[in-house]
């Protein structure tokens, strides 16, 4: 797969400078009291109160891909529960690829190659090696706890000032997915031994486990971190919500980092958001020019 075709899959799949929030979203040396994994969770459900139909932003995006680094600008556009419509432009301000996501559809215009592809999700899978996810994307636009479900059991710990909510699986589960992801922050965790970490993944493959994690800032009980192991596929998704906007962004994210990671490679994208708007309708435009050939 060619270099703009990468980038635009990434930018799809990740899920994302205006006003950006003054305060830190934790105080890592903050003592914070204990809460149950309930009340956490009837927080988190009565702080998302944000019920967006559209949204459309200017991004700013730098993408770290195994093939390198790569920084472009783009335009972002959404229906809830319906599209998402991506616009990827380079510096020189000509349209470069064109995306729209659906609930079960990628359609993708590589416009240096004169390719396309179109296709619905599973065959996006295939071909690319991952499997882009439009809730997951619009959740992320959000700031949402993504996957949440309020009548679903979890776990409840604190970390580095702010709350930890976890999905009730089976401790070894939760060790392994921790071992697994990018960033290993479980202060007094020691690793599995290679061994029963590959038993450990085997069984969960068995159970098709996932495990959710989420951390919340303990003031405005908003999420500031989303880790999403699906240890049946060894791969992980991490998505961090690391500024914040004021009024005229709406309260949402300013800034999102995401990670995807499995074990022989990992891709982050980072989404600088501005001009945020939540007003509708909007054109979600998108037709393969007749001279177009399928992506190789």
């Given at each position: 797969m060619n270099t703009g075709s990468a980038a635009v899959l990434v930018l799809t799949l990740l899920a994302v400078a205006g006003c950006k929030s003054q305060r830190p979203l934790a105080d890592l040396n903050r003592d914070i009291p204990v809460r149950s994994p309930e009340k956490l969770v009837e927080r988190l459900v009565a702080?998302?109160?944000?019920?967006?139909?559209?949204?459309?932003?200017?991004?700013?995006?730098?993408?770290?891909?195994?093939?390198?680094?790569?920084?472009?600008?783009?335009?972002?556009?959404?229906?809830?529960?319906?599209?998402?419509?991506i616009s990827v432009i380079p510096a020189l301000g000509i349209e470069m690829a064109r995306v729209l996501l659906t609930t079960d559809s990628l359609k993708m215009l590589d416009k240096l190659h004169d390719t396309y592809f179109v296709g619905d999700t599973l065959e996006a899978e295939r071909k690319f090696g991952l499997q882009p996810d439009l809730s997951l994307l619009q959740d992320a636009l959000f700031g949402r706890a993504i996957g949440l479900q309020p009548n679903e059991k979890y776990r409840s710990d604190r970390e580095n000032g702010q709350y930890v909510l976890t999905s009730k699986e089976k401790r070894k589960f939760v060790r392994a997915a921790e071992d697994i992801s990018p960033g290993d922050t479980l202060a007094s965790d020691r690793d599995m031994k290679e061994r029963r970490l590959e038993r450990t993944l085997r069984k969960a493959e068995e159970r098709q486990s996932i495990v959710l994690r989420y951390w919340i800032e303990p003031d405005?009980?908003?999420?500031?971190?989303?880790?999403?192991?699906?240890?049946?596929?060894?791969?992980?998704?991490?998505?961090?919500?690391?500024?914040?906007?004021?009024?005229?962004?709406?309260?949402?994210?300013?800034?999102?980092?995401?990670?995807?990671?499995?074990?022989?490679?990992?891709?982050?994208?980072?989404?600088?958001?501005?001009?945020?708007?939540?007003?509708?309708?909007?054109?979600?435009?998108?037709?393969?020019?007749e001279k177009y050939t399928p992506m190789p």
């Open positions: 702080s998302d109160t944000l019920a967006g139909h559209f949204y459309s932003a200017k991004a700013n995006v730098q993408l770290a891909l195994p093939a390198g680094n790569k920084s472009f600008k783009a335009q972002v556009r959404s229906v809830r529960d319906s599209a998402a419509w405005a009980f908003r999420v500031t971190r989303v880790q999403i192991a699906d240890l049946m596929n060894d791969r992980t998704a991490d998505v961090r919500y690391e500024e914040w906007g004021g009024a005229e962004e709406h309260f949402l994210p300013t800034r999102i980092s995401i990670t995807l990671s499995e074990p022989t490679r990992q891709a982050t994208g980072t989404m600088e958001l501005s001009r945020i708007n939540l007003e509708g309708p909007m054109s979600l435009n998108f037709s393969v020019p």
